[in-house]
Nanobody, 121 residues
Framework: QVQVVESGGGLVQPGGSLRLSCIAS????????MGWYRQAPGKERELVAI???????KYTDSVKGRFTISGDNANNTVTLQMNSLKPEDTGVYYC???????????????WGQGTLVTVSS
């Protein structure tokens, strides 16, 4: 069994910062990639940022220069530092992991339960 758990959401004023964390646990051999997605009210889930095991990153255009994703391969964790937050960043943020288990199985989409980020004055 493999699971991911997010933490760090909350309410913040525009221009503020939040840091989201995610940890993958279970029978993990390695995390091939981990990322963050978000779903705003009434909209589809979208990719925010993703980081590969070797450190390659990708961001959606709207967060470039404001958000930073980082990963810790040894501990199967990923964090998302969010600065200069805007109301349009509001949504449920989900952690996603691409995992290879100790038995050699690969799960490309292991989702967390989500954490709510609200940017409002």
């Amino acid at each position: 069994q493999v699971q991911v758990v997010e933490s760090g959401g909350g309410l913040v004023q525009p221009g503020g910062s939040l840091r989201l964390s995610c940890i993958a646990s279970g029978s993990i051999f390695m995390a091939n990639a981990m990322g963050w997605y978000r779903q705003a009210p009434g909209k589809e889930r979208e990719l925010v940022a993703i980081i590969s095991r070797r450190g390659d990153t990708k961001y959606t255009d709207s967060v470039k220069g404001r958000f930073t994703i980082s990963g810790d391969n040894a501990n199967n964790t990923v964090t998302l530092q969010m600065n200069s937050l805007k109301p349009e960043d509001t949504g449920v943020y989900y952690c996603n992991a691409d995992i290879t288990t100790l038995s050699g199985l690969r799960y490309r989409e292991v989702w967390g339960q989500g954490t709510l980020v609200t940017v409002s004055s």
